[in-house]
């Protein structure tokens, strides 16, 4: 019997369906189930930035930045050249804002709660750098051109003041093989956005509906614009 047989997970292998928990359950004991962090864990949170955690940013060129506010949650992603998060001082950094969306849900819930986080990938590596704070929205000119890409501006900048900043393992990246080759997925394989548009019509309106041809130009323009229109 080999380990597929022997019911171990494979990467084609459907998920079972899962039955939502009891809300009313008694909430897990989590020092029961959990030790506590060491001391050298605990004392490598800070509340400022050292030598290391300012030579990571000069290389970081991905994160993702969470915010939220009384009408909830938000998750975004930032990225940009190496070093696009600028360090100001010991305890304070910051970044510029470039077109997305429009939602500029995180520039929103930083008027409402100052309160982020911020999750730094860095490819190739099995390290985190996490930074804890408090943001706010700047359109100071001289800010904005220190910041700038090339000749391009943006229109607001985010600066933070650090409450906390680590650095988190790797593991989760080594649970996903989230820098092998073999994890590449396949293009073909998902639903195009050109795809999802057409569904999301027809979920608005039964009638509503997008032929071939008109999916492959949304989709030609997607890969334009998030190739190349980049600020």
Known sequence: MNAQDAGSPTQDATPTKLQQPDPQAPQADLDALYAPPSERIQRA???HLLDFHKAYLRKA???????????????SPRGGPPGFVH???ENTVAFADWPGNNRI?????????????MVF???GLEIFLRINGRGRISTDKDLLSELREGVR???TATVVQIDEVLFHCGKAINRAQLWEHSSRLDRDTLPTVGDMLAAIGRLHDATHRLDDAQVKEINNHY??????DLY
């Open 45 to 47: 949170v800070l509340d």
């Open 223 to 228: 890969d334009q614009s998030v190739r190349n």
């Open 61 to 75: 060129t991905f994160f993702c930045l969470a915010t939220g506010s009384e009408h909830g949650l938000d998750a």
């Open 105 to 117: 849900e995180s520039l929103r819930n930083l008027q409402r709660d100052q309160r982020l986080a």
């Open 121 to 123: 990938l860095f490819p």
């Open 153 to 155: 501006m943006p229109k």
């Open 87 to 89: 360090v100001l001082e």
